[in-house]
């Protein structure tokens, strides 16, 4: 059974920084690329980052140069380090394979930009 759980998110000002976590397990994590997603009220999922099993990284440019994925193979977790946070960032951030998300979706961390 696959889970994905995530943790870190909260409210924060303009500016401010946050580092999501994501946990996950009944998956070989070493060999997935993993993916941090995020919906917004009213908008699709969209995907914010990737890395690959190997550590090779790609972004949204809307989040480029201010995020940060990185994962931990030996603890089957990826991490978004978040910083100079705008309001548009405001949303419900998730992590997932990918490309193919397949249903593993977990509950997500809601991460809120006050301005």
């Known amino acids: 059974q696959v889970q994905l759980v995530e943790s870190g998110g909260g409210l924060v000002q303009a500016g401010g920084s946050l580092r999501l976590s994501c946990a996950a397990s009944g998956i070989i994590f070493s060999i997935n690329t993993m993916g941090w997603y995020r919906q917004a009220p009213g908008k699709q999922r969209e995907l914010v980052a990737r890395?690959?099993?190997?550590?090779?990284?790609n972004y949204a440019g809307s989040v480029k140069g201010r995020f940060t994925i990185s994962r931990d193979n030996a603890k089957n977790t990826v991490y978004l380090q978040m910083n100079s946070l705008k309001t548009e960032d405001t949303a419900r951030y998730y992590c997932n394979l990918y490309p193919d998300p397949r249903n593993y979706w977990g509950q997500g961390t809601q991460v809120t930009v006050s301005s």
């Open positions: 890395i690959t099993p190997y550590g090779v990284s």
